[in-house]
C-alpha cells in the first residue's frame, strides 16, 4: 500500500514561531500537495509540487512557504506561525489523474 | 476558476437506509474527473469512487454509486443500505491537470451520520 506520512499528529506552538510539517511517501510519486481543512471550508490547497525543487502556489499560500530537496519529502512551513492558521494540515501524494490521491493522516496544529 | 459545492453540510440517517450526497461543480473544461472522499474520525482520507468526465455510464463501487449528470454540472453520491461505518465526512471533490499535476479542488463536506 501507499504511504504518506505526516511526523505529528498534534502540535502545539506559540505565536510567532518557525513552524515545520513533514510529510514522507514511499512510492516514489511526482506530485505531492500541502492542503488545509477547515469547518465548512473543506480543503484549500496551500502549495503543491511536481518534482523535486519544482513547488508552485496553490489558493491559500499567504504565510507559507514549501521545500522539496528529495522526491519522498515535502514539508511545509509557516514562517511566523499565527493564530489564524490554527488548523488541520493534510499532505497528500498522486502518480497520476486515475488514481487520485492518497493522503496522510493530518496534524492538527494549534497556534496559541 | 473551478468550484465544488456541497450544499448539505450534514445529515443523518437510519442503518440499512439510502442516503443520498448532493455535490455540485463548476467548470468551463471537457474533460476532468470526480471524485467522492471519506474521512472518518481517524481523520484518514479514503477514495470512495471515482468518475470520468468522458464516460456516461455512472461509476459504482459496492454500496457506493454516483449519480452524474455532466450538463447540469452535478455528482452525487449514493449510499445503499447504509452502515455505522459509514458514519464520516464526505467531499466531493473535482481533478483538473495544471502545470504537470493533477490539482483536486474539494467541497465544503458533508457529515454524514449513520444512527443505529
Known amino acids: 500500500d501507499v504511504k504518506v506520512t505526516q511526523s505529528s499528529r498534534y502540535l502545539v506552538k506559540r505565536t510567532g514561531e518557525k513552524v515545520f510539517l513533514e510529510c514522507v511517501q514511499d512510492m516514489d510519486h511526482e506530485n505531492m500537495f500541502w492542503y488545509r481543512q477547515d469547518p465548512g471550508l473543506g480543503l484549500r490547497l496551500i502549495y503543491f509540487s511536481y518534482d523535486v525543487k519544482m513547488k508552485e502556489k496553490g489558493d491559500i499560500p499567504e504565510g507559507y512557504s514549501v521545500s522539496r530537496e528529495k522526491k519522498e519529502r515535502f514539508s511545509l512551513i509557516l514562517e511566523s506561525a499565527s493564530t489564524n492558521q490554527t488548523s488541520m494540515y493534510l499532505c497528500?501524494?498522486?502518480?497520476?489523474?486515475?488514481?487520485?490521491?492518497?493522503f496522510g493522516s493530518g496534524t492538527r496544529l494549534t497556534v496559541v | 476558476a473551478q468550484t465544488v459545492t456541497q450544499s448539505q453540510p450534514e445529515m443523518s440517517v437510519q442503518e440499512a437506509e439510502t442516503v443520498t450526497l448532493s455535490c455540485t461543480y463548476d467548470t468551463s473544461e471537457s474533460n476532468y474527473y470526480l471524485f467522492w472522499y471519506k474521512q472518518p474520525p481517524s481523520r484518514q482520507m479514503i477514495l470512495v469512487i471515482r468518475?470520468?468526465?468522458?464516460?456516461?455510464q455512472n461509476a459504482t463501487e459496492n454500496r457506493f454509486s454516483v449519480n452524474f449528470q455532466k450538463a447540469a454540472k452535478s455528482f452525487s453520491l449514493k449510499i445503499s443500505d447504509s452502515q455505522l461505518g459509514d458514519t464520516a465526512m464526505y467531499f466531493c471533490a473535482f481533478m483538473k491537470h495544471v502545470w504537470g499535476a493533477q490539482k483536486l479542488v474539494f467541497g465544503q463536506g458533508t457529515r454524514l451520520t449513520i444512527n443505529p
Open positions: 497528500a501524494s498522486s502518480s497520476g489523474i486515475l488514481y487520485g490521491y492518497t
Open positions: 468518475q470520468e468526465a468522458y464516460k456516461q
